[in-house]
């Protein structure tokens, strides 16, 4: 899945869930709140669609109104991808698998990038073996079955 569909796909389910009315506004005020707390790449889509304080537009619309109509969020990605050809382009990592990835195998920028994920940085690691110390420090905390699994700790 692209990360257009993955992610206004979640935000549907979770207005349904939740009972809100789908009107513009409250699906708007939805997504905004979805956004504040999106990372990487989903950060990335809200920033394109203008759901973020930063963006440089505002096509926020081109998501909530339809929205409100219960159209299939793919549809809603394609006309997206007419306004913004990158809101497609847009596709999520291959997830590294902890419980069983040699961490010194790994590049300094993936071992950052988990670390990102965790929304954690490492100050001061100046070598690979730094990161590595630090992701296996809060392990038990972002990934715990991962960190079970590992025989290696």
């Known amino acids: 899945f692209t990360v257009c569909v993955s992610f206004i796909g979640r935000l549907y389910k979770s207005l349904k869930d939740d009972d809100?009315?789908?009107?513009?506004?409250?699906?708007?005020?939805?997504?905004?709140k979805k956004c504040k707390d999106a990372k990487?790449?989903?950060n990335r889509l809200c920033y394109y669609i203008g759901a973020t304080s930063d963006a440089a537009t505002k096509t926020i619309n081109e998501v909530t109104k339809p929205l409100s109509h219960h159209v299939p969020v793919e549809i809603i990605c394609e006309k997206l991808k007419k306004k913004d050809s990158q809101i497609?382009?847009?596709?999520?990592?291959?997830?590294?698998?902890l419980s069983t990835v040699d961490l010194k195998k790994l590049k300094v920028k993936d071992l950052k990038k988990i670390l990102e994920e965790w929304g954690e940085s490492c100050k001061g690691c100046a070598e690979k073996s730094d990161f590595i110390r630090k992701i296996n420090e809060l392990m038990p905390k972002y990934a715990p079955n991962a960190a079970s699994a590992r025989t290696d700790l």
């Open 40 to 42: 990487g790449k989903e």
């Open 88 to 97: 497609c382009e847009l596709r999520y990592d291959k997830q590294v698998d």
């Open 20 to 32: 809100i009315k789908f009107t513009s506004a409250d699906i708007e005020k939805a997504l905004v």
